[in-house]
């Protein structure tokens, strides 16, 4: 039957119930859902505990009797539980949602790429070390960060437009900072890289991503940038999940000025997913069909599944995106200021 889903009570539905939404509990505070049941079980019987969300830090308790709910609520909500390490818990009463079709969105996460089966993807375990990644870390941190809805970010060499998704190729920002020059060096050293002699990184995008903020499904703007996209991953781990989208076809060649973000990728029903788990001081390398064909993805999760095991994310993950602009579009913005 699958576990019951529930929601918190709202204003004009019944007070009582079995259920209890219960805020500041669970595996993400350090609190297991046997010692949850065992602190709760001493009100009455308990039909389980529950996740509540993804987050990992709200549960649902669900009691067989109303009345054992209701002496719980009024014995632990706001004040600390001794069976909880004194841990101070927010409850409120919790409805029990009519059932749905449920559809098992979950996919294996793979720890190497090469068991992704996808042409132009590598991942590169430990390309810096504990100190480099301490001393990149403190470099972008004594410099000044641009603040996004959600995360902030950093751009070298050329600014990336979130409005028009291109690069403003009338203002360089200069030559890409002196702290990456080992990073790219190591890069252009890759064995599996065509033409690494010719490649030329000259854009850099540092993005700090906040506990649950992650990425929606793009491609990165074949106008803007060309060839490869590299991504240093630095602080703390998290999922990246790749899709192909079979209605549409591989165009590395096209003019497109977006990111070819698609917007409901979850009702598409022909699409190739693929997740692979992206550790600290690991680099990401994306290359011909990987680059141009799949959609890449990091949920907003603050708690990432990694088949039976959950991995928090740690308080911020910053990562380091080298790639090279369009000299196309270079030359195309030269001639619009000549004219």
Same mark, same amino acid.
Request: proline letters at 6%; glycine letters at 6%.
């Given at each position: 039957?699958?576990v019951?889903?529930?929601?918190?009570?709202?204003a004009?539905?019944?007070?009582?119930?079995?259920?209890?939404?219960?805020?500041n509990?669970?595996?993400?505070?350090?609190? %297991?859902?046997?010692?949850?049941?065992?602190?709760?079980?001493?009100?009455?019987?308990?039909r389980?505990?529950?996740?509540?969300?993804?987050?990992?830090?709200?549960?649902?308790v669900s009691?067989?009797?109303?009345?054992?709910?209701?002496a719980?609520?009024?014995?632990?909500?706001?004040?600390?539980?001794?069976?909880l390490?004194?841990?101070?818990?927010?409850?409120? !009463?919790?409805v029990?949602?009519?059932? +749905? &079709?449920?559809?098992?969105?979950?996919?294996?996460?793979?720890?190497?790429a090469?068991?992704?089966?996808?042409?132009g993807? !590598?991942?590169?375990?430990?390309?810096?070390?504990?100190?480099?990644?301490?001393?990149?870390?403190?470099?972008? #941190?004594?410099r000044?960060?641009?603040?996004?809805?959600?995360?902030?970010?950093?751009? !070298?060499?050329?600014?990336f437009? !979130?409005?028009?998704?291109?690069v403003?190729?009338?203002?360089?920002?200069?030559?890409?900072?002196?702290f990456?020059?080992?990073?790219i060096?190591?890069?252009?050293?890759?064995?599996?890289?065509?033409?690494?002699?010719?490649?030329v990184?000259?854009?850099? +995008?540092?993005?700090?991503? &906040?506990?649950?903020?992650?990425?929606?499904?793009?491609? #990165?703007t074949?106008s803007a940038?060309?060839?490869?996209?590299?991504?240093?991953?630095?602080?703390g781990?998290?999922i990246?999940?790749?899709?192909?989208?079979?209605?549409?076809?591989?165009? &590395?060649?096209a003019? %497109?000025?977006? #990111?070819?973000?698609v917007?409901n990728?979850?009702?598409?029903?022909?699409?190739?997913?693929?997740?692979?788990?992206?550790?600290?001081?690991?680099?990401?390398?994306?290359?011909?069909?990987?680059?141009?064909?799949?959609?890449?993805?990091? &949920?907003?999760?603050?708690?990432?599944?990694?088949?039976?095991?959950?991995?928090?994310?740690?308080s911020?993950?910053?990562?380091?995106?080298?790639?090279?602009?369009?000299?196309?579009?270079?030359?195309?913005?030269?001639?619009?200021?000549?004219?």
């Amino acid at each position: 039957m699958g576990v019951p889903r529930f929601r918190r009570s709202k204003a004009g539905d019944a007070q009582l119930s079995p259920n209890l939404y219960v805020a500041n509990c669970g595996p993400a505070v350090g609190l %297991s859902y046997e010692d949850i049941q065992s602190a709760f079980g001493s009100f009455g019987n308990l039909r389980g505990v529950y996740a509540a969300d993804e987050s990992g830090a709200r549960v649902i308790v669900s009691y067989v009797e109303d009345t054992c709910a209701e002496a719980a609520l009024k014995a632990l909500n706001g004040r600390p539980c001794p069976l909880l390490g004194g841990r101070s818990l927010h409850i409120r !009463y919790s409805v029990l949602q009519p059932p +749905t &079709p449920q559809v098992n969105n979950s996919i294996p996460v793979s720890f190497e790429a090469s068991e992704l089966n996808i042409p132009g993807l !590598y991942l590169l375990r430990d390309f810096v070390s504990a100190k480099e990644e301490e001393e990149l870390l403190a470099a972008v #941190d004594d410099r000044p960060w641009k603040n996004l809805s959600k995360r902030r970010v950093q751009h !070298y060499g050329y600014e990336f437009s !979130y409005e028009t998704r291109n690069v403003n190729t009338r203002q360089c920002l200069g030559e890409l900072p002196s702290f990456v020059s080992n990073i790219i060096g190591r890069i252009l050293s890759f064995p599996d890289l065509d033409d690494s002699a010719s490649l030329v990184l000259d854009q850099l +995008t540092v993005n700090e991503y &906040p506990p649950g903020v992650g990425l929606s499904p793009h491609i #990165d703007t074949h106008s803007a940038f060309e060839g490869l996209i590299c991504s240093l991953s630095l602080a703390g781990p998290c999922i990246m999940e790749f899709r192909r989208y079979l209605e549409g076809a591989w165009l &590395p060649d096209a003019a %497109s000025s977006t #990111d070819m973000k698609v917007e409901n990728p979850d009702n598409c029903s022909s699409v190739l997913r693929r997740a692979v788990y992206l550790p600290p001081r690991s680099m990401l390398l994306l290359s011909g069909e990987a680059r141009y064909a799949w959609h890449h993805y990091i &949920p907003h999760h603050k708690i990432d599944m990694v088949n039976d095991n959950a991995i928090r994310r740690g308080s911020r993950r910053v990562s380091f995106t080298f790639r090279k602009k369009d000299i196309e579009i270079v030359v195309l913005g030269k001639l619009a200021e000549i004219l």
